[in-house]
C-alpha cells in the first residue's frame, strides 16, 4: 500500500471508528487493531513497515506533549510517589521477569532483556485513549506512570542493545545511564519549556502561538536527544512546565484555536497508531526465521508473557501499597490511599502499545556484523502480547469499571448499614484516623467531588461578577441601564442599543470577564480549585471573551418594530 493510500485509509478509519465501537460495544482502539489486523490479511494491504524513529521521534512526542499538558501538575505531584514506584522500579521488575522468563524458554541473556525492556512499559497512547472513564486520581497515577515509563524502558532497551553487541554493562553504568537520562531530560525540558513560555508571551497571534506549540515538542526531544538524554522525560517536562504559565499567558482566543489544534492532532495521532500497530501483522509474520511451526509456538510464549505481566503487575501495586501502608501512617497519607478495588483497574490498565513495537522494531538486524537470530522472534512475540492486551485488558476494562463501581456501592451500602447509618447518609462525625478513602464509593467519588468544587467555584465567580458590576453602578450611575442589560446575560450584538450605549455594555462585560480570571486565579492560588477544574472554567470565560470578540465585528441589532406591523419573515 503506498503512503498517500495509507494515510487516506487509515484517517477513514480513524474517523469512523467511534460508530463503529459503538455498534460492536468495543472500545475504538480495540477497533482501530482489529481494522489494522484486517487490512494487513486483505491483499490490497501489502507489508507496510513501522520505521522505529516514525514512532519515536514525531508520533510519540505529539502525544506525550497533549497528555502532558492536559495533566494536573497538583494531582501529579500529590501522587508522585504513586507514579514514581510505577514508572521506575516496576518497569526494571517487569523487564526482568520477562528476561529470566524469556531465556528459560533459551533465548541469550542479551535478547532477553531487549524483550524485556519492550515489554515493560504501558503505552501513553493506549492508557489516553481506554482510561477516560476512570477517576480522576486513578487517571494521574496511570497517565504518569504512561508518560514517563517509557524513559525507563528505553535507557534498558539501549544497554542490552550495547551487551548484545559486546559492551560491558555493569550496574553501576546502567544506573548512571539511568540518571542522566532522566537528570538531562528534565534539563531540557525545562530549557524548552522556558524558551516557549518567552515566545508566547510576546506575541498574541493565534497562528504564531500554534506554531510556537508545535516546535515544543520536538525540540524538547531533538535536544535531549543530542546530549545521550531521555527524549521522553524532556518532551513531559516541557509540557507539565508550560501548561500552567502558557494558560494564563496565552489570550483566549490563541488558546481556544491552539487547544482545539491539538485535540484533534493528538486523536488523529492516537488512533492512526493503533491502525499501523495491526497493519504490522503481515510484515511480523511473514519473517524468513516465522514458519507455521515457529509462529504456533511464539503465539502461545505471547499469551504466557501477557498473563506474567499482569500477574507481576497486580502483584506490584498491591505489595507496594502494603509497604508504604506499613511504613508511612500519617494523616496525610491515609487520605491517598487506593482502595482494592481501584488498585485492581490500575493493574487491568496496564496495556501495550505502538511505543513496545516501535521499540521492538528498532532492534538491529546484525550483531557485530552477524544477522541478530532472535530479532524476528522478539517482533512476534510483542506483536502478540500487543494484541493481547488491547484486546482482552483494553475490551474488557469498561466492564471492570462497571464491576468496581457495583461492588463499590453495595460494600459501602453494607456498612453505611452495619453502622447504624443509612446507605449515603451520615449520622454522626467520623473518628478520628478512619481513612476517607475508605468510604468512598469506588469509582464516582472522585467526579462527585469535582462537581461540587466546580459548583462552588461557579458561585464564587458570579458573586464577584455582581459585585463588580455593583461597584461599576456606583462609580457611575449612568452605567445602570447598561449592567441590567448584562445581568439579563445578552449579548451586545442583539440588542438595539446604540453605538456609545453597545460600546459601554462591551466595556463593562470585558471588565466582567477580566474580574471572574483573577477571582479564579485567586482561588487556585488559595488551594481552592485544582488544575483541572480551572481548566473547564477558564475555557468557559474563553468562550464568553471569543464571543464577546465577535460581537465587536457585527452590526448592531435593528430595532424592535412597533407592534401591529409584521416582517416579512415572520409571514412566511
Not at 94 to 120: K, P
Not at 396 to 403: A, D, E, Q, R, Y
Not at 446 to 470: K, M, P
Amino acid at each position: 500500500m503506498s503512503t498517500p493510500v495509507l494515510l487516506v485509509v487509515t484517517t477513514a478509519l480513524v474517523a469512523l471508528a467511534p460508530a463503529m465501537a459503538r455498534r460492536v460495544h468495543l472500545p475504538a482502539p480495540s477497533v482501530l487493531f482489529l481494522l489494522g489486523c484486517a487490512l494487513a490479511v486483505l491483499p490490497l494491504g501489502g507489508q507496510v513497515h513501522l520505521e522505529p524513529e516514525f514512532v519515536l521521534l514525531v508520533l510519540l512526542p505529539v502525544i506525550l506533549y497533549w497528555e502532558g499538558y492536559t495533566t494536573s501538575v497538583q494531582h501529579a505531584w500529590r501522587y508522585r510517589r504513586a507514579i514514581v514506584l510505577t514508572a521506575v522500579p516496576l518497569v526494571i521488575a517487569t523487564a526482568a521477569a520477562v528476561a529470566v522468563t524469556a531465556h528459560a524458554w533459551g533465548s541469550s541473556w542479551a535478547a532477553a532483556w531487549i524483550l524485556g525492556a519492550v515489554l515493560a512499559p504501558t503505552d501513553a497512547s493506549a492508557v489516553a485513549a481506554y482510561a477516560r472513564a476512570l477517576p480522576l486520581r486513578l487517571m494521574t497515577i496511570l497517565r504518569g506512570e504512561s508518560l514517563i515509563n517509557d524513559g525507563t524502558a528505553l535507557v534498558l532497551l539501549g544497554l542490552a542493545i550495547s551487551a548484545a553487541q559486546g559492551a560491558r554493562v555493569s550496574a553501576a553504568s546502567a544506573a548512571g545511564e539511568l540518571v542522566w537520562a532522566y537528570a538531562g531530560g528534565i534539563a531540557v525540558g525545562a530549557l524548552v519549556a522556558a524558551a516557549g513560555l518567552l515566545a508566547v508571551r510576546r506575541t498574541r497571534d493565534p497562528l504564531v502561538l500554534a506554531a510556537v506549540s508545535v516546535a515544543e515538542p520536538f525540540a524538547a526531544s531533538v535536544l535531549a536527544e543530542a546530549v545521550h538524554a531521555s527524549g521522553v522525560v524532556a518532551v513531559v517536562t516541557c509540557a507539565l512546565g508550560i501548561s500552567r504559565s502558557a494558560r494564563r499567558a496565552v489570550p483566549a482566543q490563541g488558546r481556544l484555536q491552539v487547544h482545539a489544534f491539538w485535540e484533534t492532532t493528538s486523536w488523529l495521532v492516537n488512533g492512526s497508531l493503533f491502525v499501523l500497530v495491526g497493519l504490522e501483522a503481515r510484515s511480523v509474520f511473514d519473517a524468513p526465521a516465522v514458519d507455521a511451526g515457529r509462529a504456533g509456538a511464539l503465539i502461545g510464549q505471547g499469551l504466557l508473557l501477557a498473563a506474567l505481566l499482569m500477574a507481576v503487575r497486580v502483584t506490584w501495586l498491591f505489595l507496594t501499597a502494603w509497604l508504604v501502608r506499613l511504613v508511612d501512617r500519617r494523616p496525610v497519607q491515609r487520605e491517598l490511599r487506593v482502595p482494592w478495588r481501584l488498585r485492581l483497574v490500575a493493574a487491568w490498565s496496564g496495556m501495550r502499545g505502538g511505543t513496545s513495537l516501535a521499540a521492538a522494531l528498532s532492534v538491529p538486524l546484525s550483531v557485530g556484523g552477524v544477522p541478530f537470530p532472535e530479532r524476528d522472534a522478539i517482533l512476534v512475540l510483542t506483536f502478540v502480547v500487543v494484541g493481547t492486551t488491547l484486546l482482552v485488558q483494553g475490551a474488557t476494562l469498561p466492564l471492570t469499571i462497571g464491576w468496581v463501581e457495583r461492588t463499590g456501592e453495595r460494600s459501602s451500602a453494607a456498612r453505611s448499614s452495619s453502622d447504624g447509618r443509612p446507605a449515603g447518609g451520615r449520622a454522626g462525625a467520623q473518628p478520628a484516623g478512619t481513612p476517607s478513602a475508605g468510604r468512598q464509593p469506588a469509582v464516582a467519588t472522585g467526579r462527585e467531588e469535582e462537581a461540587t468544587a466546580l459548583a462552588a467555584a461557579i458561585a464564587t465567580l458570579s458573586a464577584a461578577v455582581d459585585e463588580h458590576l455593583q461597584r461599576a453602578v456606583e462609580r457611575d450611575p449612568a452605567v445602570s441601564g447598561a449592567v441590567e442589560v448584562l445581568r439579563r446575560q445578552v449579548r451586545p450584538a442583539r440588542t438595539a442599543l446604540d453605538g456609545g450605549e453597545r460600546e459601554l455594555l462591551q466595556r463593562l462585560q470585558h471588565s466582567a470577564l477580566q474580574r471572574e480570571r483573577e477571582v479564579l486565579a485567586a482561588l487556585v492560588a488559595r488551594g481552592e480549585l485544582e488544575d483541572t477544574q480551572m481548566w473547564r472554567l477558564q475555557e468557559r470565560l474563553d468562550l464568553d471573551e471569543a464571543l464577546l470578540l465577535a460581537d465587536r465585528d457585527l452590526p448592531p441589532a435593528p430595532a424592535p418594530r412597533r407592534a401591529g406591523r409584521a416582517s416579512p419573515s415572520a409571514c412566511r
